[in-house]
């Protein structure tokens, strides 16, 4: 419930601060590009499955439009489409040479309000800037990687109900935010951004007859992006 309340939070604040920003100077700058970056992946699960890091890259495109100055934020909103892998990997501490992990694969689309400090949108040098609002995804594939030497039989808790469980559940949603420095040349604008994504939904069934409450997404990751002006 608190994540949800945080969720709609970021929500309003997506549509009421470009309505408080008309009373500054407006601004009318479209800028479109790409962006590449790497997720370090990780999942909630209930009951707890012990993890390490899991790795994936990210890829997609950026349109992000400026509407208004209010006094020093610069004001906009920022959407991408990307392909991003998510999944986990195990730290199994059974004695054995077993080790675990899973890939998943999603398209994502994320809308963002975009609030900037110091450069103009227009003008060359360094700005700060704060990226938050919704995510949603939609599950592609997935694939399980497995020691050669593989028994699944000594976990913890005798958790074992994930392995070759599929998801059951494609349609992700989640709140998103960033924090990074981007910066304006003639050759146009160079950002880099650290993210952290919480996932509100379930991958796998989550009722009481399930085998877990709970299999939700989370990462943090490192994203950088190439946006040029098309409309100033």
């Known amino acids: 419930m608190k994540m949800k309340k945080i969720l709609l939070v970021a929500l309003a604040c997506m549509f009421t601060l470009p309505m408080m920003a008309q009373l500054g100077e407006v601004r009318n700058n479209l800028a479109v590009g790409m ?133 059951e559940n494609k349609f992700d949603y989640g709140l998103l935010g960033g924090v990074g420095m981007e910066l304006s040349t003639k050759a146009g604008h160079f950002l880099l951004e650290g993210r952290y994504y919480y996932g509100l939904a379930d991958f796998w069934g989550n009722s009481k007859k399930d085998d877990f409450g709970r299999s939700g997404h989370s990462y943090m990751g490192v994203k950088l992006t190439y946006l040029f002006d098309i409309m100033k």
């Open 35 to 167: 962006n590449a970056g790497m997720n370090m992946n990780s999942v909630s699960f209930s009951p707890q499955i012990k993890q390490k890091s899991h790795t994936g890259m990210s890829l997609g495109l950026t349109a992000r439009y400026i509407s208004e100055k209010y006094f020093n934020m610069i004001c906009g909103i920022q959407a991408e489409l990307n392909y991003t892998q998510r999944g986990w990997q195990e730290n199994i501490e059974d004695g054995t040479e077993n080790t675990y992990s899973r890939t998943m694969n999603y398209v994502e689309i994320p809308l963002l309000a975009h609030l900037a400090f110091g450069k103009d949108a227009l003008d060359k040098g360094t700005k700060f800037f704060i990226n938050l609002g919704p995510q949603i995804g939609y599950f592609i594939s997935e694939k399980e990687k497995m020691s050669d030497e593989w028994n699944p039989a000594y976990r913890p808790n005798g958790v074992n109900q994930q392995y070759g469980k599929w998801v």
